[in-house]
């Protein structure tokens, strides 16, 4: 496990994960959400339980040379209880180190840009706006799930295709499975 920066962000690789990967993938976000105030401390949980559900859309690693310093996961979102090519956009995770580096912006935006070639409507996520917000996402309280909070609820739009009414995150976001 890398404990330090590496010295060259350029050599970062983000690449599908692969069943070798799962414990580093643990490793790294347990530790990244560890001591965050808005972390509930089961976001590696969560993302087992998406894959025990079979329910991860897509899993991508950021790696350096070294080993895996980041993880990202999507999964199907469910838009008025039905799964219409919506995804969920979380965890993000990035080890503490290399936190503010550009490693969570670069998974994202290499998700993004897989799921829109997929043909997703959309994605949701509930997350910091002033973070998302770069990445195209806008505040949507009109389709907020009834158990997340309004301020932090957003989502992102591939197509010119509204979504109706709430939507919902898998049944593994709640421990549910």
Known sequence: ???KPAANMASLKIRKEENQDH???RTVTKLAFRDMPYAGGDEQDVIERLRLEKALTLSLVAELEDGIIGHLAFSPALSSGRIDQWFALGPVSVLPAYQGQGVGSAL???GLSQLKSRSALGCILTGNPEYYQRFGFELSPQHVP???A???FMLKLFTS???NGAFSFHSAFYGEC
Do not use: D, F, G, R
């Open 161 to 163: 295709v509204l979504p």
């Open 1 to 3: 496990m890398i404990t």
């Open 146 to 148: 009834s158990n997340e």
């Open 23 to 25: 414990a580093a993938i």
């Open 108 to 110: 994202i935006e290499a």
């Open 150 to 152: 309004e301020a932090y």
